[in-house]
């Protein structure tokens, strides 16, 4: 290959991937499910889960696109023009990790960052996308740096906090007695035995937005888990709410800080489903809004990706 050498950094920004289509929908769980094609009942599941929430576009598409681009002007405001230059690597759609990667090795690219949309480390979700990236790294020569996790960047906790404020706003007189939860995506039992930082970050981020917001009144709790057959995390928001529920809870604010876009975790398991539940039993359920392209995530993303880089150095 003939390429040129490069002297920009590379920015691989890693997110979960979205079908860009309903007709999608089966390729994309296939991939998920490691090549093993959901049955036609999951893949109908599935399927009427995304017909509820999309509009057209899949939300979490556009706002990758978005979080890019924003990353992109974020890092040449900090480091100037040039400095940097971002390339999308999916998990489970394209364009995936790998083309990423390659992309970059075309434009010349020797050096690069690698960062995921999503705030806590664990070994299942961002040590795989990880992986991935290092390893179609190597193969190109390309010499790569990876942001572990951010979870307790100042400007993250601090925006989170606004939104947990703005979202207690909403429930006027009840504010004091509304109950924040903090969730996140389940992920199976086993990695409790693996020692996996992913449970205690998700605190650490929860108890710091807590402690900046001025709210007393917090859980945590889990959301989205599979059907496995084996244990995964709990308890489930559905557990949790329903419990409130019998103490008497009647307004709850649901901050889902493992997560930052509004997606079908999001627009579907919360909005949708925990919000009925919740509704049935005569409570009310807010959200807070979801980061996007928030300029305060952005400069948190950009301060780790210099952040790795002046560790390597
Ligand atoms: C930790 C974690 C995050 C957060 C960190 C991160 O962002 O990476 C996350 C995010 C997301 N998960 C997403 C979608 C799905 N995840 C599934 C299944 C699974 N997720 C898992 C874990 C996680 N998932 C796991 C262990 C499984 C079981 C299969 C496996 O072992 O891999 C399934 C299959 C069907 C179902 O179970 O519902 C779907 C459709 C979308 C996109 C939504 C959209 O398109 O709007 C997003 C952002
Ligand atoms: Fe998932």
Known sequence: ??????????????????????????????????????????????????????????????????QVSALQRTLDELAGEGAFVCYQGLKHASPFIEDGVAAMAANGIKKAVAIVLTPQYSVMSVGGYMKRAEEEAAKHGIKMQTVREYHLHPQLIDELSSRVQEGLDRFGGSREDTMVLFSAHSLPARIVEMKDPYPEQLLETSRAVAEEAGVRKWEFTWQSAGQTGQPWLGPDILETLDR??????????????????DHLEVLYDLDIEARKFAEERGMRLERIRMLNDDAQYMTALAESVLAALKESE
């Open 1 to 66: 290959m003939s390429t040129k050498e490069s002297n920009a950094i590379g920015v691989l920004v890693m997110s979960y991937g979205t079908p860009e289509s309903l007709e999608g929908v089966e390729a994309y769980y296939t991939h998920i499910r490691r090549g093993n094609p959901p049955s036609a009942e999951q893949l109908a599941d599935l399927t009427a889960r995304y017909r509820a929430i999309v509009g057209g576009v899949f939300p979490l598409r556009e706002n990758t696109d978005r």
């Open 244 to 261: 409130l529920n019998g103490e008497g809870v009647k307004s709850v604010l649901v901050a889902p800080v493992g997560f930052v876009s």
